[in-house]
């Protein structure tokens, strides 16, 4: 008891430190799962890239398997567009694109008949091709609406967004579970300072010099551990002891979670401008183009004129019909923003995603953020536990050196 009278404050410490190998363990193994982007050391194992940037192709596609299953189908992202809104919205770019198309492909393909027509008889042809385009535009829309599936890739679409900006993949996982990390961090002093007082009583009895390691590594493991237990389990309320009740933090505020991560996927990802790219430039963008080159001849009707195919040619008529095509393709993703602020309304993807997410299963809900944390789960607890057996030795060392 001299000896602690002595040196109380050293001993007092014991507790302290404990609580800070709890905490710096948890902001390590935090900042290991999002940094750094890339990989920074010699390649392949002498040093370290975050978690979810490392694994970003199979982390994206997981969060979009729950995004496409269970809460948005490509369907519902065109459903609410009326073709005939769209087409009225679009109809002011679409007259200069049409006349700088028609001149073109006319001036390509019949250059001496186009310009040995009366400017007069130009502009009829461009007026009538103008009357047609709203029509098969929303035509266009009308039949990828009827085959989404065959049209848009929403999968793709979204995993490529997160593979490719691997900071905005952390942001959803980081902002998804703010408050849990937050959690996970504030943990690590309560349960740390806890273990550091039992540590502190079995320092005093036995002054064995594992001790401390021991305890260093006991508390960067378990209190690792029991934070991340603490934030999935149980899925359900649930009361302990007969008096404490407990919900896995995460499920416990489903509501806040689901506005945050909705209005961040239909801010950054499912956007109007992005689903209209990935449908004109996508990789089922060429069943587009065919949807487009049905449309010409069913508004145009230039199949049904004989005359046209036989003044051109057969194979050139399918050629200038694909020009066409190609050149419709190339202007619409331009076009398309005149109409983001009615798609944007009309979509409504962030109340679609928020209600949506307010009825999922605890365990499906459970799967928007576990997954950043059940990948590579085991190497931050062990960091923790390392980092924490060095601080107790370290500790030890002290104890020993001012107490001897």
């Known amino acids: 008891m001299s000896d602690f009278a002595q040196h109380w404050p050293l001993y007092a410490s014991i507790p302290l430190v404990a609580a800070l190998i709890g905490y710096v ?21 002498l040093g370290w890239q975050g978690i979810v940037p490392k694994r970003a192709a199979r982390m994206a596609s997981i969060a979009c398997d729950t995004m496409t299953q269970q809460l948005i189908k490509p369907a ?21 694109a049409v006349e700088e ?69 952390n942001r959803i996982f980081r902002e998804s579970g703010s408050k849990e990390f937050q959690f996970i ?21 036995f002054r064995f010099p594992l001790i401390m390691p021991l305890f260093g590594l006991f508390t960067g493991w378990f209190t690792d551990w029991l934070a991340l237990k603490m934030i999935f389990v149980p899925r359900r309320p649930k009361k302990y002891f007969g008096i404490v009740e407990w919900q896995g933090l995460f499920l416990k505020r489903r509501e806040e979670v689901a506005e945050a991560y909705g209005a961040l996927i239909a801010k950054e ?30 508004e145009l009707g230039l199949s049904r004129r004989p005359l046209v195919v036989f003044a051109v040619g057969s194979k050139r008529y ?50 928007l953020l576990r997954p950043a944390f059940q990948q590579d789960e085991w190497i931050l607890i062990a960091t923790g536990a390392i980092l924490g057996f060095c601080m107790g030795e370290a500790q030890v060392l002290l104890l020993e050196h001012f107490s001897g």
């Open 25 to 45: 363990t948890k902001l390590v193994a935090i900042r290991m799962m999002f940094q750094p982007l890339e990989f920074v050391g010699v390649k392949p194992f």
């Open 76 to 96: 519902e992202v065109l459903d609410r567009l009326d073709p005939a809104r769209v087409a009225k919205e679009l109809e002011k770019p679409l007259m200069s």
């Open 101 to 169: 198309i028609v001149r073109d492909v006319a001036s390509q393909y019949q250059a001496d008949l186009w310009e040995s027509m009366p400017v007069r008889m130009q502009e009829m042809v461009i007026r009538r091709v103008q009357a047609e385009a709203p029509k098969m535009i929303a035509g266009v829309l009308d039949a990828i609406k009827e085959d989404i599936d065959q049209v848009f890739d929403l999968k793709d679409m979204v995993v490529t967004a997160l593979v490719k900006d691997k900071a905005l993949l």
């Open 185 to 205: 961090a504030r943990s690590g002093l309560v349960f740390g300072g806890l273990i550091g007082v039992v540590q502190l009583i079995v320092w005093l009895l």
């Open 269 to 298: 990802i499912i956007t109007p401008h992005n689903v209209l790219e990935a449908v004109l430039r996508g990789p089922l963008s060429d069943r587009v183009l065919a949807l487009i080159q049905r449309q010409i001849d069913t």
């Open 318 to 367: 399918q050629e200038m019909k694909l020009s066409i095509s190609r050149k419709i393709m190339d202007r619409l993703p331009e076009s398309m923003r005149y109409i983001e602020d009615y798609a944007e309304d009309a979509m409504d993807i962030r109340n679609l995603l928020v209600t949506k997410m307010k009825e999922l299963e605890p365990e499906e809900f459970e799967e």
